[in-house]
T-cell receptor, first 112, second 112 residues
């Protein structure tokens, strides 16, 4: 069964303290891995799509990487405004259902 | 572009009542989706559509119905509301399968 596991569930960082969030996945055939940011009371906001192992994407202080079993979201010198829940999702090749399989997210709090 | 818009933002229903959650996108996307998000759970796909006139069930379709008469609109109908349908509902759209999905701001529904 396709599955996505994110760790840690929650992470508290000091401003400027770099760290990484993990997304481990099991999928029959990976079509794409997606990272989203979700602020309280808002809808998920798209960050990155990764399609193949070895691929990397960057945006400001965020960098996403992909291997055959997991993805990392690296946060460099975070600021308080980076505080949010970060969601990882995968889409597989098999079947007709166009569904994203979501993890439960990592709640990131960056303290000034 | 407004992106994906949803109405209402909040709603309280009594058990057995019905309602329609509205979703509109202005990006000319073919694919549209309805998800629900419950605390501690990943987003779950309810229904999706690959174009006007074409809809299909997702992971958790029971108790819901959808229609897609135009490219822009994808309403979700709840018939005979039950407490188990208390959740936050998100509508999303994408250009095609495998591409990133863009989410609306959500509707918080409480059934009592």
């Amino acid at each position: 069964e396709d599955q996505v596991t994110q760790s840690p569930e929650a992470l508290r960082l000091q401003e400027g303290e770099s760290s990484s969030l993990n997304c481990s996945y099991t999928v029959s055939g990976l079509r794409g891995l997606f990272w989203y940011r979700q602020d309280p009371g808002k809808g998920p906001e798209f960050l990155f799509t990764l399609y193949s192992a070895g691929e990397e994407k960057e945006k400001e202080r965020l960098k996403a990487t992909l291997t055959k079993k997991e993805s990392f979201l690296h946060i460099t010198a975070p600021k308080p405004e980076d505080s949010a829940t970060y969601l990882c999702a995968v889409m597989n090749y098999g079947g007709a259902t166009n569904k994203l399989i979501f993890g439960t997210g990592t709640l990131l709090a960056v303290q000034p | 572009n407004a992106g994906v818009t949803q109405t209402p933002k909040f709603r309280i229903l009594k058990i057995g009542q019905s309602m329609t959650l509205q979703c509109t996108q202005d990006m000319n996307h073919n694919y549209m989706y309805w998800y629900r998000q419950d605390p501690g759970m990943g987003l779950k796909l309810i229904y999706y559509s690959v174009g006007a006139g074409i809809t299909d069930k997702g992971e958790v379709p029971n108790g819901y119905n959808v229609s897609r008469s135009t490219t822009e609109d994808f309403p979700l109908r709840l018939e005979l509301a039950a407490p188990s349908q208390t959740s936050v509902y998100f509508c999303a759209s994408s250009w095609d399968r495998g591409y990133e999905q863009y989410f609306g701001p959500g509707t918080r529904l409480t059934v009592t």
